[in-house]
């Protein structure tokens, strides 16, 4: 039996041991040699402008991916929505004196006539439909069946993804979706909406082009594909909106009025890059037709290698403090590639992902916003562009709103209340239309 003190005694010495390992790791650590700290970059003045858009238009996608209780196999199935909320920034100013509601335009926006709210429920791994359809196909046609319905007022998504992926002449070549079949059919040509393998036959749908279907799989869950419907859709309806606004004229008087505020990159990731050449070409379209007025399209990023980037470089050594007030900072390639995403090719950061590019701005009441923004008419790659047009805008619209920022409750209350139903007859291209 040992005394009552002798396992503390040991541990004590065991203690101290280790307290003399460290210490005499200590004594060989170069004292030091912790990294200088990176200079600032030049983080340059904005000015604020007097000409605020008079409107926002906010999209957002959420998904949620479940379990269906009490079933084998594993048995799994998602929710997508896509919230789009429009926002009279004058009112929004004032949103302090006013009742939580008083910030949106409920009229033009309010859900219709069942009050749904925008969501479209998508089958999981091992869902099999009523009619026989196998979990993956079952998957694969309610988005094509998203996609042939959804609209705002013009074209359908579907329409809008036909444009985006290009003329036949570009057709696009996917995996057989029929597991059992090699082949690599092209995606329906333009005007169609299904087509067929030559090979095996099977039906290939328009979506297929998006290719979520490919890590679609009843062995694991899918919240992956059904996440990559979800960022695929917030791109088209974005997309699905600028195309049908820019087609009538009051539309593209409108256009110059409203800023189309995205959460998260904007950006393509994955197989759904495949759209970004045709959004950056739409945009330098769309933008051409508004002159002199221009497109502001711009989201707000807030977690990610840029984000941390920008918020250890802004320790000064209390955090947040060092990044002047009132500056604003649009890094380049070169200093993307250094500091922050090392490339393992030559290609320029985001060349075939990205259509917006990174701007940080410290604002004047000291918040540091991380924004993506759009520069439709300047040549890829963006970060190698001169500064572009809208800049000052943007950074008043998003230092005026808060958009970037972590604390912006309106706009998440506003999206809170004013989903619109994804399979709406509502003509929302018509009421923004009417921007002021
Ligand atoms: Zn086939």
Redesign the pocket.
């Known amino acids: 039996m040992p005394y009552p003190n002798e396992r503390a005694g040991f541990f004590a010495v065991r203690d101290l041991e280790r307290r003399q390992i460290i210490e005499a790791f200590g004594g060989q650590l170069e004292q030091g040699s912790n990294l200088p700290r990176d200079p600032l970059p030049a983080f340059e003045p904005f000015r604020q402008t007097n000409n605020l858009r008079s409107t926002v238009v906010a999209l957002d996608g959420s998904s949620i991916y479940h379990r269906i209780p009490a079933r084998l196999p594993a048995t799994e199935a998602g929710v997508i929505s896509i919230s789009i909320v429009q926002i009279n920034v004058d009112q929004l100013a004032n949103l302090s004196q006013l009742p939580e509601s008083g910030a949106i335009d409920p009229v033009q926006l309010r859900s219709t006539e069942d009050g749904r709210t925008l969501q479209r429920a998508l089958p999981g791994r091992n869902a099999r439909s009523v009619d026989g359809k196998m979990s993956r196909d079952w998957f694969r046609s309610s988005v094509q069946e998203v996609l042939e319905t959804a609209h705002f007022g013009g074209e359908t998504l579907a329409e809008t993804l036909h444009a985006l992926l290009g003329n036949t002449n570009t057709q696009r070549t996917i995996k ?1 979706p ?1 597991i059992h ?1 090699k ?1 690599k ?1 092209a995606t329906p040509s333009l005007g169609q909406m299904r087509s067929r ?1 030559k ?2 036959d ?1 039906e290939i749908f328009l979506s297929d082009a998006l290719r979520a279907q490919e890590i679609f799989s009843d062995e694991e869950p899918c919240g992956d594909a059904h996440g990559r419907i979800r960022h695929a859709l917030e791109i088209l309806c974005l997309m699905n909106l600028l195309r049908g606004l820019a087609k009538i004229k009051n539309g593209q008087a409108a256009l110059g009025k409203i800023a189309f505020v995205l959460d998260g990159p904007l950006a393509a990731f994955s197989t759904i890059a495949v759209l970004q050449s045709g959004i950056l070409r739409e945009l330098r379209r769309i933008e051409e037709l508004l002159s002199p007025n221009h497109l502001l399209v711009m989201s707000a990023v807030k977690t990610g290698a840029f984000v941390q980037h920008f918020s250890e470089l802004d320790e000064a050594p209390e955090p947040d403090s060092r990044i002047p007030l009132g500056t604003a900072f649009l890094p380049d390639n070169d200093y993307i590639r250094e500091k922050i995403v090392p490339g393992t090719t030559d290609q320029p950061w985001g060349r075939t992902t990205y259509f917006g590019r990174p701007l940080v701005v410290k604002t004047y009441d000291g918040q540091r916003l991380f924004l993506n923004l759009a520069q439709p008419e300047a040549d890829p790659p963006l970060t190698d562009a001169p500064f572009p047009v809208v800049l000052n805008e943007a950074i008043t619209i998003a230092e005026h709103l808060g958009i970037g920022h972590h604390e912006f409750l309106p706009l998440r209350r506003a999206h809170a209340k004013a989903a619109i139903p994804l399979q709406m007859g509502k003509a929302i291209i018509e009421s923004l239309a009417r921007a002021k």
């Open positions: 057989c029929n079949c082949s059919p393998c090979k095996c099977s």
